[in-house]
């Protein structure tokens, strides 16, 4: 043993002395190492993966049509225009009618907004009937539950039309609430399910024993500790229900199609020039609804998540 190596291990074995400073000892961590520069270099690759597609999308939009032909992609606009916005947004034929994104904006928020509500309050119910007041069957109740969540869309299209249809609510802005509220549901009460597992039990005890019932319990206990988790399935049920073509464009109906049906209708009209400019600028509106909402509450995201939502 080295004389250095027996410092060392004076120091580690020597009594600490109140008040003294301990000496630090060992190698230096090395700061840039090849297992952290692949890491930032995969991230990197990994931003300019999504972001290159987003700043063409933007520029593009930017540009007027005689500057697009030019070919220069991924040049900053020379003359910047925001015409082809206002262009999307109101004038943009969407098939036989030109009158832009605005009517699917507005039709999609008259679906999204009662879908997200419906589906969450029944999700958030159900999740915690299912943890703190299980019923005979509970368990295969909630097995089915989970099992709807993996089934997929293509299967059940055929037999939601002829129920809705019999029903009276095909082609109707109910009909597709139903839809989506009926999907919504599996995914979102196991969220809530485990989120209110994760919960310490003591508290609905508690509660039990002051005399609360199933309805005080859940609106003065569970409800006000269910932020986050609520933040979640909102994040997930308004990207999935925006962001949704295929429900949208059969269940709904000509006059209530979203701003995603909208938008193929943008893309694919083949009457005129194409113009991809208005096409760039249509798919970003279509598209920051639901990256607003990120946004805006992603910490929240994080914090549900980390608060139960994947806890068994």
Known sequence: MTAQDAASVSVIDAPQVAGAAVVPHGPKPRRISAGRIGVYAFLTVSALFFLIPLYVMIVTSLKGMPEIRLG?????????????????????????????????????????VPSVLVSIVCASINGYALTYWPYRGANILFGLLVFGAFVPYQVVIYPLIIGLSYAGLFS???????????????????????????????????????????????????IPMSVPITIVA?????????????????????????????????????????????????????????????FVSGRWFVRGIAAGAVKG
């Open 234 to 294: 909102v994040i997930l049920q308004v990207t999935g229900i925006w962001n949704d073509f295929l429900f949208g464009v059969v269940f709904s109906g000509r006059s209530n199609w979203p701003m995603t049906v909208q938008l193929n209708n943008i893309v694919n009209t083949t009457t005129g020039v194409r113009e991809y400019n208005v096409n760039m600028a249509a798919t970003i509106l279509t598209a920051a609804v639901p990256l607003i909402v990120y």
């Open 172 to 222: 109707s802005l109910p009909g597709i609430i139903i839809v989506h509220t009926i999907f919504g549901m599996p995914i979102l009460t196991l969220l809530f399910r485990n989120f209110y597992a994760s919960l310490p039990i003591e508290l609905f005890k508690a509660a039990r024993v002051d005399g609360a019932g199933f309805w005080r319990v859940f609106f003065h206990i569970m």
């Open 72 to 112: 220069r992609l991924f040049n900053l606009p020379a003359d910047p225009t925001f015409q082809p916005w206002i262009d999307a947004w109101l004038n943009a034929c969407t098939g036989r009618d030109c009158n832009g994104l605005s009517p699917g904006f507005f039709n999609s928020l008259k679906i999204t």
